[in-house]
C-alpha cells in the first residue's frame, strides 16, 4: 500500500501512457493513486516504457486497452476498472488527435475523426464513470483542452472547436455534478514539448514559440502539476474553472 496523498485513489487517464497524459500518469502514481491508462494498441509498449521509468509506483499502474471515440469501449473500461480495482475516483481526459487542414481542404471525415476522439471521447468517459462517482459521492474529472479552444488557430478548425467544445462540456458537467462532492475542471495547455506537437513543421513550432510571451514550449510535467492540484481532495471547491497553462501565450 502506497502512503502518498491519493493513496487509495484510483484514476484514468487517456491517452495516458506518453507526453501530456505520461506525465499525468507519472505524477498521480507517484503521489500514491492507482493508474489505468487507457489507450490504442501501439499504448500498450508505451505504458510499459513509462513503468520502466517509475521507481516504487510502477507497480501500480495499469494498461488497458481501447478507443475513446466509442462508447461501448469507454463504458466496458469502467466496469472492468471498478471491477479490478473497487472503484474509480478521478478521470482524466486527454487523449487527443488531430489532423489539420485549412478548412477549404478540410474532409469531412477529418471533421468527424477528430470530433469523435477529442471531444465525444470525453463526453463518453464522463458518462460511463458518473453513475459510479454520484453514487461514492466523490469524483475529480479533468478535461485537457487547448490554449487554441480559445483562440482558434489556421489549420485547425476541427481541433480548436473540439477544444473549445471541451470547455462547455466540462462547465456542464461541474453544474450538473456539484451536489454529489465530484468536480469538473478543464486544463489548457499551451504549445507543450511531446510526439503532437513534434509532428508539426518546423516553420510552425517557430510561429508556435515567438506567440508565446516566454518564447519557449511548455513541458508535460508543468501542465501535469496543474491536474495533480485539481484532483486533489483539498481542491474540493474549484468546479468548472478553466486552467491556461501556456506561457502567457492566452490571457
Ligand atoms: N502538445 C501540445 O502542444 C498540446 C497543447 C494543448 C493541448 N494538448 C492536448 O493534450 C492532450 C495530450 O497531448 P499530447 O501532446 O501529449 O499528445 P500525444 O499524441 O503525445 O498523446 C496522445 C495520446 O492519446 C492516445 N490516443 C489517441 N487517440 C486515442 C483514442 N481514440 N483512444 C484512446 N487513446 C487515444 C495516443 O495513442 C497517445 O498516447 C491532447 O488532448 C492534446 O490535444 C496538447
Redesign the pocket.
Known sequence: MANGPLSGRVAVV??????????ISRILANDGATVAV???E??RD?TETLRASLNGSASRVHFYE?????FT?CAGLVEKIIADHGQLDILV??????LDKTIRKMTVSDWQTVL???LS?PFFMIKAALDHMIERNFGRIVN?????GHTGNFGQAN?AS??AGILGLTKTAALETARYNITANAV??????????A?MPQAAIDI?KSRTPQGR??Q?DE?ARVVRFLVDEGSAFITGAVYDV?GGMYM
Open positions: 487517456t491517452g495516458g501512457s506518453r507526453g501530456i497524459g505520461g506525465a487507457f489507450g490504442l501501439a499504448d508505451r481501447g478507443n475513446v471515440s466509442d469501449s481526459n486527454n487523449a487527443g488527435i488531430t469523435n476522439v477529442n471521447g485537457i483542452s487547448s490554449v487554441v481541433y473540439a477544444k489548457a495547455p499551451g504549445f507543450t514539448n511531446t510526439e503532437m506537437v509532428l508556435a514550449l511548455g508535460p501542465i501556456n
